[in-house]
C-alpha cells in the first residue's frame, strides 16, 4: 500500500539559509499536518490543510510557511534557518480529520549547521 | 487542552521480561484516539495501536497488549517476553477531533541482552 512519502530524507543546511520539506500523502487522503521532533523531545505539531486551506496551527514559527496544493501534497518552507531548527520534521496524512487512516511519513532530518 | 503523560522516562531490563509503559491523558472531548507509536534509532513513527474512545476492550497482538481503562483516562502498554529489538522510544499520543496528536513525553525503552 501507498504511504505518505517525504523529501528529502536528510537535508543539511546552513545558518541563515532556507529549506523546503516536501510531503505527498496517501491517495485520497486530503489533509496533511506537520511535526517538528527536536531531538530528545517528542513531535509537537505545527500546522495542518485541509482541502488547500490551514485547517489548524500550533506553535509554528513566523520564519515558516506552508502550504498544500491541488493534488494534495504540500510543502514546508523554513527561512532564516537557526541551529534550533534542526529537527526530525514529520508530515502526516488522513482522510478529512478522520484519525482511522491517520499515517505518518517517514521523516525529513533537518540539519542546521 | 489536550495532555499526554508518559511517567517512565526511561525503563531499562533484561531480556524475557515484561514491561509495562504507562499513559495517562486529559480532554475534554468525548470522542478521541489514543495511539501508540514505536520510534527506533533510525527515527521513522512505528504506529502500533489505535483505539477509539467507545472502545474499551483490551487488545492483544503477540508479545505487545494494551490496558485501556477510561474511568482512570489511561492507555497502558505492555511487553511480554520482551527482546532486544523492542529497544526504542516509545510514544503515547492523543488525537481529537481537529485531527492533530498529542504525544507523550516519550519512554525510552532498553532492553538488555
Known amino acids: 500500500a501507498a504511504g505518505v512519502i517525504q523529501s528529502p530524507r536528510h537535508l543539511i543546511k546552513e545558518k541563515r539559509e532556507t529549506a523546503t520539506l516536501k510531503c505527498y500523502p496517501i491517495?485520497?487522503?486530503?489533509?496533511v499536518y506537520w511535526y517538528q521532533q527536536g531531538p530528545g523531545q517528542d513531535p509537537q505539531f505545527l500546522i495542518s490543510?485541509?482541502?488547500?486551506?490551514?485547517?489548524d496551527k500550533g506553535s509554528i514559527p513566523d520564519r515558516f510557511s506552508a502550504q498544500q496544493f491541488s493534488d494534495y501534497h504540500s510543502e514546508l518552507n523554513m527561512s532564516s534557518l537557526e541551529l534550533g531548527d534542526s529537527a526530525l520534521y514529520f508530515c502526516?496524512?488522513?482522510?478529512?480529520?478522520?484519525?482511522?487512516?491517520?499515517?505518518f511519513g517517514s521523516g525529513t532530518r533537518l540539519t542546521v549547521v | 487542552a489536550q495532555k499526554v503523560t508518559q511517567a517512565q522516562t526511561e525503563i531499562s531490563v533484561v531480556e524475557k521480561e515484561d514491561v509495562t509503559l504507562d499513559c495517562v491523558y486529559e480532554?475534554?472531548?468525548?470522542?478521541?484516539?489514543l495511539f501508540w507509536y514505536k520510534q527506533p534509532p533510525s527515527g521513522e513513527l512505528v504506529f502500533l495501536i489505535r483505539?477509539?474512545?467507545?472502545?474499551?476492550q483490551n487488545e492483544i497482538s503477540g508479545r505487545y497488549s494494551w490496558n485501556f481503562q477510561k474511568s482512570t483516562s489511561s492507555f497502558n502498554f505492555t511487553i511480554t517476553a520482551s527482546q532486544v529489538v523492542d529497544s526504542a522510544v516509545y510514544f503515547c499520543?492523543?488525537?481529537?477531533?481537529?485531527?492533530?496528536?498529542?504525544f507523550g513525553q516519550g519512554t525510552i525503552l532498553t532492553v538488555h541482552p
Open positions: 502526516a496524512s488522513s482522510y478529512r480529520t478522520d484519525l482511522r487512516g491517520y499515517t
Open positions: 491517495p485520497r487522503h486530503d489533509t
Open positions: 490543510f485541509y482541502e488547500k486551506m490551514q485547517s
Open positions: 480532554t475534554r472531548d468525548t470522542t478521541y484516539y
Open positions: 483505539r477509539n474512545s467507545f472502545d474499551e
Open positions: 499520543a492523543l488525537g481529537t477531533s481537529y485531527g492533530k496528536l498529542t
